[in-house]
Nanobody, 126 residues
Framework: QVQLAESGGGLVQAGGSLRLSCAAS????????MGWFRQAPGKEREFVASISWTGGSTFLADSVKGRFTISRDNAKNTVYLQMNSLKPDDTAVYVC???????????????????WGQGTQVTVSS
């Protein structure tokens, strides 16, 4: 059974930083591209970032470029999202997702994934 477990969310002031983690189990982690999505109250789920199975390629949404970084540690079956210069508009539930590498990063950035986590709340106060 595939499980994606997010952690690291919380309450932070505008301008602050958080690092989210997503620990994966039940899949061959190094064969999957990984991504982060977010959903704010009353809004549709939004793609945030994705990373290839090697970590050599990443893709970030325009809204977070220059502020967020995605990385992965295949030895730990974990993907990270480093979030800096946080804004109140970044407030959302952040969800980890996985897609087999053969689907390409475009699959994730188009909003699709084979597996989803439950999410972790990030709240940015002004």
């Amino acid at each position: 059974q595939v499980q994606l477990a997010e952690s690291g969310g919380g309450l932070v002031q505008a301008g602050g930083s958080l690092r989210l983690s997503c620990a994966a189990s039940g899949l061959t982690f190094s064969s999957y591209a990984m991504g982060w999505f977010r959903q704010a109250p009353g809004k549709e789920r939004e793609f945030v970032a994705s990373i290839s199975w090697t970590g050599g390629s990443t893709f970030l949404a325009d809204s977070v470029k220059g502020r967020f970084t995605i990385s992965r540690d295949n030895a730990k079956n974990t993907v990270y999202l480093q979030m800096n210069s946080l804004k109140p508009d970044d407030t959302a539930v952040y969800v980890c997702a996985a897609a087999p590498s053969f689907r390409g990063l475009g699959y994730l950035s188009s909003g699709y994934a084979d597996y989803w986590g439950q999410g972790t709340q990030v709240t940015v106060s002004s």
